[in-house]
C-alpha cells in the first residue's frame, strides 16, 4: 500500500449540500495535495500544503475549501457545487526536496446532480 | 507557467510489439520527469523518472530519454503485455520545492493478446 487513503471513495451530492473530503497519509511527508482528474484532462493541481502551510491555489473557485490541520491529513471542503465538478478528486503527498515523487490515492469519485 | 504536451491520446499495440509514449515540455528550467501509470480504478503510481543531467534510463522492459535541447522525453515499453495496459501520464517539474508537478493529457494504452 502507497500509504495515502481517502475517505469516501464515492460521493454523489446535490447542489446546496456540504461535503468534505478527507485524506491521511501514513508515509511522514511534509508536503499534501488535491488534484482534479477529469475525462480526457491533464491531473489539474489544485492545492498544495507545505509543512501545513498552503503554497498554492491554483486558481481554483471558492467553492472549494481546502483545511490541512497536520503534516498528516488534509481535508477538501465542498459546498454549493456545479455539476461540472463531478470529477475524480486525487490526493497525493511527497517528500519536499527529495525526489519528487508524488504517493497517491484511490481517490474520491464525486458526482454532483 | 510549465506546459506539458503528450502523444498519442490512445495507444493500441500487439502483445509483444513496443510502445512509445512522447512528450513535449516549455518551461527550460524543469529538471524533473516522471511517468506515472493509472490502471482502470486504481490510483497513478511512478514508474519511472529521469532528471535532466541523464540522457537515459532503464528499468528492465521500460526506458524514458530525455532531449533537453528539444524540451522533449519519452517512455518506451518493449516486448508489451496485457498487464501494461493502463493510462501513462509524463510530467515535467522543477524539482523540489521550486516547482511542481504539471501533467500531460495521459495516454491510454491497449496491448491486445
Known amino acids: 500500500e502507497t500509504g495515502v487513503t481517502q475517505t469516501p471513495r464515492h460521493l454523489v451530492m446535490g447542489m446546496t449540500n456540504k461535503k468534505s473530503l478527507k485524506c491521511e497519509q501514513h508515509l511522514g511527508h511534509n508536503a499534501m495535495y488535491w488534484y482534479k482528474q477529469s475525462a480526457k484532462k491533464p491531473l489539474e493541481l489544485m492545492f498544495v500544503?507545505?509543512?501545513?502551510?498552503?503554497?498554492e491555489n491554483n486558481s481554483v473557485p471558492s467553492r472549494f475549501s481546502p483545511e490541512c490541520p497536520n503534516s498528516s491529513h488534509l481535508f477538501l471542503h465542498l459546498h454549493t457545487l456545479q455539476p461540472e465538478d463531478s470529477a475524480l478528486y486525487l490526493c497525493?503527498?511527497?517528500?519536499?526536496?527529495?525526489?519528487?515523487?508524488?504517493?497517491f490515492g484511490e481517490g474520491s469519485r464525486l458526482t454532483v446532480l | 507557467g510549465e506546459n506539458v504536451e503528450q502523444h498519442p491520446s490512445t495507444l493500441s499495440v500487439q502483445e509483444g510489439d513496443s510502445a512509445v509514449i512522447k512528450c513535449t515540455y516549455s518551461d527550460s528550467a524543469s529538471n524533473y520527469f516522471p511517468w506515472y501509470k493509472q490502471e482502470l480504478g486504481k490510483r497513478p503510481q511512478l514508474i519511472i523518472d529521469?532528471?535532466?543531467?541523464?540522457g537515459e534510463k532503464k528499468d528492465q522492459r521500460i526506458a524514458v530519454t530525455l532531449n533537453k535541447t528539444a524540451k522533449h522525453f519519452s517512455l518506451h515499453i518493449t516486448e508489451t503485455q496485457p498487464e501494461d495496459s493502463a493510462v501513462y501520464f509524463c510530467a515535467a517539474s522543477r524539482g523540489g520545492s521550486q516547482g511542481n508537478l504539471i501533467f500531460g493529457k495521459g495516454t491510454k494504452l491497449s496491448v491486445k493478446p
Open positions: 529521469i532528471r535532466s543531467n541523464v
Open positions: 497525493a503527498s511527497s517528500q519536499v526536496r527529495l525526489t519528487g515523487e508524488l504517493f
Open positions: 500544503y507545505s509543512l501545513e502551510e498552503r503554497v
